[in-house]
Nanobody, 117 residues
Framework: GQLVQSGPELRIPGTSVKVSCKAS????????IDWLRQAPGQGLEWMGR????????KVAQKFQGRVTLTADTSTSTAYVELNSLRSEDMAVYSC???????????WGQGTQVIVSS
């Protein structure tokens, strides 16, 4: 299986960005889709996850109220939308398919999001 993400994005502070993650080669509803990000010089940060099977969502407290996670089973595509962007949100955003064991089975290639005025 594989996950293919949308291309790089340039946004102005205060706006929003939506990144997609299209799954192929496996049953999309089999694994959670996690979203993580890595800012320059920082470690990997977990943002949240969605269960494509039933739409159940968990979001890290830091992002609650600013992040929207969705999954379209008809196209096997997951989305993360981040609102009210600020410079600190500049990072590479990645999706990953995770099983119940906690192991990541597949990773997207990452999407660079630049936030600059």
């Amino acid at each position: 299986g594989q996950l293919v993400q949308s291309g790089p994005e340039l946004r102005i502070p205060g706006t929003s960005v939506k990144v997609s993650c299209k799954a192929s080669g496996y049953n999309f509803t089999r694994y959670y889709i996690d979203w993580l990000r890595q800012a320059p010089g920082q470690g990997l940060e977990w943002m949240g996850r969605i269960d494509p099977e039933d739409g159940d969502i968990k979001v890290a407290q830091k992002f609650q109220g600013r992040v929207t996670l969705t999954a379209d089973t008809s196209t096997s595509t997951a989305y993360v939308e981040l609102n009210s962007l600020r410079s600190e949100d500049m990072a590479v955003y990645s999706c990953a398919a995770r099983g119940n064991s906690g192991a990541y089975n597949y990773w997207g290639q990452g999407t660079q999001v630049i936030v600059s005025s």
